[in-house]
């Protein structure tokens, strides 16, 4: 019988035959039977035992597989299975994850593994030899002789054997030295299977089932560690090192900034040395004063040497010698004195303890425990630390604090549904918020409570502080106790704090919000337009006077002045054109009077009646207005005076605009005839009186006339108000502070002009000087000549002549400025002059800081601004309108889109003319700036983007540009 076949010709009762077969591997046995006749199990184990089949039978199984090959018609099944061997493990390598190849160290790995020697991996044989040695031992008494003894002594040796293995490399990267690159599993032998014979069946063995290592390589346990920098060769079963080391380098320097350091570990020979200059570059970006390093010449040298013999340098000070420090000090607060103590470095001045006595006796201290200084100051001496920094000598007691300030509000609040719709509005349209809102960390979404405020309003009170218990300083005097804090309080806007009180500077709108202890408060522009309805006094006709709109104030609407027409009682002859001409006033910001409405005038055939058109003044205007008390009001040219009708031909009632009726009967004749700068205008019988020129309307003796001059005899103060002409206006005396001037032509002051707004159509004189206070605005279209300027705000599209000087302004003048006196001075605030400065001295002894721009068109960069706000503007509603759009649909996502389109169209023509007003603004006036007295400190000048600081005072200096160069040039004159 054989092992490969083992056959059973032992027959069943039904006499049908049973082979057994056995696998040549020896691990299944096969019963081979007649479908059609399926032998019993008992019958099938016989045969199986008879063929000697002993090992893992399937007894329990037998049942159900003999059943299986009846119905499924099998011919043999399988009875038995043996146990298979287990085959042995080889050791294996797992590299760990953070070791890989550097990109910069690829080129270098590629060179250095081509003329690198193949690889010689080794296995370690360890022996252990037991020796008899004869030691010698100390007796136990110190008169005893020593015993000498025998003892045996295990030693251990190790040998390598050089492994021979295939050395073709699977993987190769770069480690560090002392780096743990990976870890090595063991070997796992096999174990034996058994036969379904019963027979044992031995597993294969490994041809060789070791990991070896090569130099610079060594295993701590399972882990594999590096014993020097360099590029790693992976095998199948084996890893080697090529070193290869860069010269690694670092500057620390210490916490005082009093000690700077070097370590470096030299590389390979051929990697490039750092410098000197590379050292002393890095101490410097951390913060080490150039100074006091060491030379070039001891830094190279240092580095020199160490790659020379390779010695590592770890810590090395390149700091110069220094002495011995000994500083005490005493805190800001008076509540400790700490003492500083340096030793000396290198050949310094050494540290003297009688110093540090000397040093904590002459400070009075009140208090000084003097045993522990000593034992301390001394314990430092002896150590290896260099510095004792801030060692507390004595100690006062901090002074108490009081309980927290509490605040007060005086506002009424709006309502919620009217504060959604300013936000709105604001959000809508930032700029309504006004310049310094602080309107990016105060955003629109964040305000909580508005409230309407009046000029110089309190809107909040801090109250005062309550101290705490006193302490004790150092030396032992008192320390008052301290307040308690306060909640943060940032301002924007116009608000400002005096004292304690929290104070609007301008009437407008309050936003409050509050962020964890902080309270952000901002007054900014805000007022509802109002329209006023006045009737004249035959009511013939009615007038509107429009209070603008401010920041995000409601705008004026149809109908609003319908409304205030309707309360007024004008119920007819309203003029669409009179409504419009309203709506426009609110945009544009003009106060002056309107003609709304117009009555039918009643006529009686034969009769020649008149009516005016324009708004006749008040008592009170016309008191102000002229001496004579002459009836007067302001006029544009063209602007319709009044209707005359010299002889009608029929007889009609008319009625006023207040719906009364006006009997023909009551008609008085009235011709108004045209005067000076006034001309007529016939059309069917019906005269039109026009102004030829602005100015103020007169009517004297039923003549109207246009004056283009408006003569102020005193100064213009809270009782003349605001004066508002289209012509010229003379003042003898003074503009006081608050106060308005704006006129269509020149303007001609005799005194001062106090924080006053001047617009001046023409040229604008002023007889004495401007003291502006930082809130006066100047504005003129011609010259502008006066004896000096002080805090103000100056734009001149022509020359400006000043006699005595310019200080602390912000000057733009499209011209020359002149300042004629031979101390005339201009300094500190910013000046831009388009074709230049001439002046005797600029700046000023204190270096106040001084900006003189020059050579550039300066109206023209107002206008890129005022561009650019609007393109910002654009955007932000762009921004808007696609927050929108995700809200709305149907025909309001119609129009949201129409809008977007036609904001997109806008900013690209305007970003057109903003290119073309920019390269404008970058041609260059022939311009200078002539000094002829002194040039202080802290003047600078600016000419198309270039900056020249002044740093030492000159005497007669002429400045000007050079385009070709780029550069300003100061010469002397």
């Known amino acids: ?63 159900e597989l003999l059943r299986n090959a009846k119905d499924e018609g099998l011919t043999q099944i399988v009875i038995a299975r043996g146990t298979e061997a287990q085959a042995p493990q080889a050791a294996r390598f797992v590299l760990n994850a953070d070791v890989n190849m550097p990109k910069e160290l690829t080129e270098k790995a590629s060179l250095m593994l081509q003329s690198a020697d193949p690889p010689q991996p080794y296995r370690e044989t360890r022996t252990t030899r037991t020796q008899r040695r004869k030691i010698e031992k100390k007796p136990g008494l110190p008169f005893g002789k020593p015993r000498e003894e025998w003892q045996e002594v295990s030693e251990e040796t190790v040998e390598r054997e050089r492994v021979y293995v295939d050395t073709h490399v699977l993987q190769t990267v770069y480690a560090d030295a002392d780096t743990c690159v990976g870890t090595v599993s ?17 597993p294969a063995p490994l041809a060789d089932p070791g990991f070896y290592l090569g130099d610079y390589l060594i295993r701590r346990g399972a882990d594999v560690y590096t014993q020097h920098a360099g590029f790693l060769r992976i095998g199948n079963n084996w890893m080697d090192l090529v070193p290869y080391d860069n010269h690694s380098w670092s500057v620390s320097v210490s916490d005082d900034s009093l000690r700077c350091t070097l370590s470096f570990r030299p590389g390979d020979d051929a990697e ?135 605040i007060d509000f005086s506002l009424r609040y709006l309502d919620d549904d009217h504060i959604t719709k300013i936000r709105e509005r604001l959000k809508s349209d930032r700029a309504t918020a006004g310049e310094g809102a602080g309107i990016d960390s105060f955003a629109p979404d964040d305000i909580e409570q508005m409230a309407l405020v009046d000029e110089e309003q309190r809107i909040l009170t801090i109250a005062p502080a309550v101290p705490g218990p006193p302490g004790k300083d150092v030396f032992g005097n008192e320390l008052p106790g301290q307040g308690g804090s306060e909640p943060e309080i940032r301002l924007f806007g116009h608000i400002e704090r005096r004292e304690n009180f929290i104070i609007a500077t301008e009437s407008g709108l309050l936003d409050k919000c509050r962020d964890e202890n902080t309270i952000y408060l901002r007054v900014r522009p805000h007022q509802d337009a109002e329209a006023s309805v006045h009737i004249a006094a035959d009511e013939m006709t009615a007038f509107v006077h429009v209070r603008p709109h401010r920041g995000t104030g ?23 054109e009179g409504i419009s001409a309203a709506l426009e006033a609110d945009r544009t910001g003009d106060t002056g009077s309107i003609l709304v409405a117009c009555g039918t005038p009643a006529v009686k055939s034969g009769t020649p009646s008149s009516q005016l058109l324009v708004e006749l003044p008040t008592e009170q205007e016309t008191e102000r207005r002229s001496i004579e008390k002459n009836a007067s009001r302001g006029v544009r040219r063209g602007q319709p005076l009044a209707r005359v009708i010299r002889s009608p031909q029929e007889t009609r009632d008319g009625s006023t605009v207040t719906g009364h009726p006006q009997s023909s009967s009551a008609v008085q004749p009235r011709i108004i005839h045209a005067g000076e700068n006034v001309e007529t205008r016939e059309d069917d019988g019906m005269v039109t009186l026009l102004a030829t020129r602005d100015g103020e309307l007169v009517i004297r003796d039923d ?5 283009v001059d408006l003569r102020i005899a005193g100064d213009v103060d809270r009782k003349t108000g605001r004066i508002n002409f289209p012509g010229v206006v003379s003042i003898v005396g003074s503009v006081r502070s608050g106060l308005v001037v ?52 100056v734009l001149s599209v022509g ?3 000043v006699e005595s000087g310019v200080v602390q302004c912000n000057v733009k003048c499209n011209d020359e400025l002149r300042c004629s006196g031979r101390t005339a001075r201009v300094a500190g605030g910013t000046v831009r002059v388009r074709r230049g400065l001439s002046v005797a001295h600029l700046g ?36 808007y309108l696609d927050q929108k759009s995700t809200e709305v649909t149907g025909a309001r996502l119609a129009t949201l889109r129409k809008e977007k389109v036609q904001l997109l169209k806008g900013i690209e023509k305007r970003g057109v003319k903003l290119f073309i007003l920019r390269e404008k603004f970058e041609t260059h006036v022939e311009s200078s700036v002539t000094v002829s007295g002194t040039l202080y400190p802290g003047v600078v000048f600016d000419c198309h983007g270039r900056r020249h600081e002044v740093k030492k005072a000159r005497t007669g200096v002429r400045v000007t540009f050079n385009p070709e160069s780029g550069r300003i040039i100061l010469a002397d004159i």
């Open 799 to 801: 020359r400006i002549d």
């Open 703 to 707: 003549t109207a006339h246009v004056l």
């Open 272 to 406: 490039e040395k750092p410098s000197a200059a590379d050292i002393r570059r890095e101490a410097v970006e951390q913060g080490f004063p150039d100074e006091k390093l060491r030379s070039d010449e001891e830094l190279q040298a240092l580095i020199d040497d160490a790659v020379a013999h390779g010695n590592p340098l770890e810590g090395v000070s390149i700091t110069e010698d220094s002495d011995a420090v000994v500083d005490l000090r005493i805190t800001d607060d008076r509540l400790q004195a700490l003492l500083t103590v340096r030793k000396a470095h290198g050949n310094g001045t050494p540290l003297n303890l009688k110093d540090i006595g000397a040093a904590i006796r002459d400070a009075g201290l009140a208090s000084v425990n003097r045993e522990k200084i000593q034992a301390d100051v001394a314990a430092f001496y002896k150590s290896d630390e260099r510095d004792l920094v801030d060692y507390v000598v004595a100690e006062g007691t901090a002074p108490g604090t009081g309980p927290d300030t509490t």
């Open 554 to 576: 409601e705008a004026l609407t149809s109908e609003t002045v319908r409304a205030a027409l309707e309360n007024a009682g004008v119920v007819s002859g309203i003029r669409d």
């Open 186 to 202: 063991p070997e796992v032998e096999g174990s034996p299977g058994k036969s379904v014979l019963g027979q044992d069946i031995q």
């Open 844 to 879: 000023s002894e204190k270096g106040t800081p001084t900006l003189v721009s020059f050579g550039q068109d300066y109206l023209v960069e107002d206008q890129i601004e005022q561009l650019e706000r609007a393109i910002q503007k654009a955007r932000e509603r762009i921004v």
């Open 742 to 793: 704006l006129a269509g032509s020149d303007v001609k002051i005799g005194k001062n002009v106090e924080a006053a707004l001047i617009s001046s159509g023409g040229m604008l004189s002023i007889g004495g000087g401007v003291k502006g206070g930082g809130k006066a605005v100047l504005r003129s279209a011609g010259t502008l000549s006066c004896s000096f300027l002080e805090h103000a705000r």
């Open 1 to 63: 019988m054989s092992v490969g076949s083992v056959e059973s010709d032992k027959k069943t009762t039904e006499n049908q035959a049973v082979r057994i077969t056995v696998s040549e591997s020896r691990l299944e046995a096969v019963a081979h039977i007649d479908p059609e006749n399926v032998p019993a199990p008992d019958t099938i184990l016989q045969s199986a035992a008879d063929a000697g089949v002993t090992h893992g039978l399937l007894r329990d199984e037998l049942p």
